[in-house]
């Protein structure tokens, strides 16, 4: 039986972020930047998607419609990790009303990022 790669999904326009991502995930997943819900479809056909990284700097129009799409459609566990500015707490909590697994200000999800990967690849 094959299994579909690992691959963790980050929802972002902010690039420089991505090769930092990509290290912390190392060989436990291929990392793949989204930025729609197409994207995302293109990503379930040939994937198994352990995570979804939300950059909750982007706009709400981009994040918020994707986490719900991976919410709805996925027959499997995945993880969903929204970080962003550690002052706007109004943000953050949307994200954890919108159900986001873990939500972290930037500084602590770089931090633990590589832990976190680890303990579900």
């Known amino acids: 039986m094959n299994e579909y790669p690992k691959k963790v999904l980050v929802i972002t326009k902010n ?10 995930a190392g060989s436990l997943a291929k990392v793949k930047k989204i930025s729609s819900i197409q994207n995302l479809k293109d990503e379930l056909k040939d994937s198994k998607i352990i995570a979804a990284l939300i950059d909750l700097e982007d706009s709400d129009s981009t994040w918020e419609p994707i986490l719900k799409e991976l919410q709805t459609t996925l027959e499997y ?33 770089l931090t633990k990022l590589r832990s976190i990967l680890k303990s579900i690849a």
């Open 77 to 109: 566990p995945t993880l969903t990790i929204a970080y962003g500015p550690h002052k706007n707490i109004a943000l953050m909590d949307k994200a954890k009303e919108l159900g986001c697994d873990h939500v972290l200000a930037k500084g602590a999800f």
């Open 15 to 24: 690039l420089m972020l991505i090769p930092r991502i990509e290290s912390e």
